[in-house]
């Protein structure tokens, strides 16, 4: 009987790992068309190369600037300024809304500024910001903190306050003070959300630091990408684009491994 399970599952791990390879190579297989394609409607002007450029003009930039050095540059200053705004928005977020959790005074307070802060868009608060903090890298990485504190304090202070009660009620019944709690049945039972909430920052940082970047900065993709449509090179412009695309990616991909080891060690308990 033993036997006969350990050969089912064996069977089943191999069929999932035959389905995760042939979805990602149809992913490959999509990736690769939508670039032929690119580059075939553009040879034959259906889109137009001026604007849209094409893959081999745009790898052949890329390679230029990798063997200069140039492309590392900007690539770097940008991915520190993302990783630093997405630490800080989303650290600053969920420790907000566990001072949120923690006083209910304060959150019922501070709840309609939220909403507002919430529904305005806060990439029109760049020119305050760059007032405020001056024209450098800490403005941009203020962009991109600021564009996930307030989805993460929502969303994180919200998933604390629908834990089951029946959690509370066992360790409140064992004696447990409120930090005891917030550690041992809050904040453990919202772990998903939390890596849900660090999948969504991760596209909201590149958001707020590219906008930054447009603002006031004199490296970065972003600043690539400004600088290619005032002069009018759309090649630099996609090629910053692709660039930001895999950078994006990665970061994603690295949650998504986070997310998989968390789950494993919330599934021993």
């Not at 959690?167 to 041992?184: I, N, W």
């Amino acid at each position: 009987m033993k036997t006969k399970i350990q050969t089912l599952h064996s069977q089943y791990l191999q069929e999932k790992r035959k389905n995760k390879r042939r979805v990602i190579s149809c992913q490959l297989i999509v990736l690769g068309l939508l670039f032929l394609s690119w580059e075939f409607f553009s040879r034959i002007q259906w889109l137009d190369p001026l604007i849209f450029s094409m893959p081999s003009k745009v790898w052949n930039l890329m390679a230029a600037k990798i063997a200069d050095g140039t492309l590392f540059t900007h690539a770097s200053v940008t991915l520190s300024e993302t990783i630093i705004g997405f630490i800080l928005g989303t650290a600053g977020g969920t420790l907000i809304a566990a001072v949120l959790w923690w006083s209910p005074f304060l959150s019922k307070v501070l709840d309609p500024y939220l909403v507002v802060l919430n529904s305005m868009p806060k990439v029109a608060l760049g020119p305050i910001i760059i007032v405020a903090f001056g024209p450098g890298m800490t403005s941009i990485i203020a962009m991109g903190a600021l564009l996930s504190i307030v989805i993460t304090t929502l969303v994180v202070y919200n998933a604390f306050r629908q834990v089951d009660e029946n959690y509370k009620k066992v360790l409140l019944t064992f004696g447990a003070s409120k930090r005891q709690l917030f550690h041992y049945a809050i904040l453990p039972a919202c772990y998903p959300t939390i890596i849900s909430t660090l999948k969504v920052n991760v596209g909201l940082a590149w958001v707020g630091v590219i906008v930054g970047e447009f603002l006031v900065a004199k490296q970065g993709l972003g600043y690539l990408i400004i600088y290619g449509f005032q002069v009018f090179q759309f090649q630099q412009v996609m090629m910053s684009l692709i660039v930001i695309a895999i950078l994006a990616t990665v970061m994603y991909k690295m949650i998504e491994s986070l997310e998989t080891i968390l789950m494993k060690r919330i599934s021993k308990y």
